[in-house]
């Protein structure tokens, strides 16, 4: 079984869902309250459990990656 790094969209304030992400199998590893998501790690159940909550989007986390300092030549 893998596991995959996702944000979660959720209908509404992140923080209440937390606890139903949670039972789902989202171990959360950052709330986004401004934007109404949660980061975090799942396994395969999980994220099809997670998919199964009304209102909940499942999307694959991307990598992180840095940018140059702007007075860097390219």
């Keep these: 079984m893998s596991t995959h790094r ?3 969209s959720v ?3 992140p923080s209440a869902a937390l606890p139903e992400l949670r039972t789902a199998g989202l171990r959360v590893t950052e709330t986004l309250e401004a934007v109404g998501a949660v980061r975090g790690e799942a396994d395969d159940d999980a994220i099809a459990a997670l998919e ?3 209102g909940v989007s ?3 986390d991307e990598e992180e990656f ?3 300092p702007l007075d ?3």
């Design 6 to 8: 996702v944000i979660v």
């Design 11 to 13: 209908p509404g304030l």
């Design 52 to 54: 199964s909550l009304p």
């Design 58 to 60: 499942v999307a694959p």
């Design 66 to 68: 840095q940018l140059p």
């Design 72 to 74: 860097e030549p390219q």
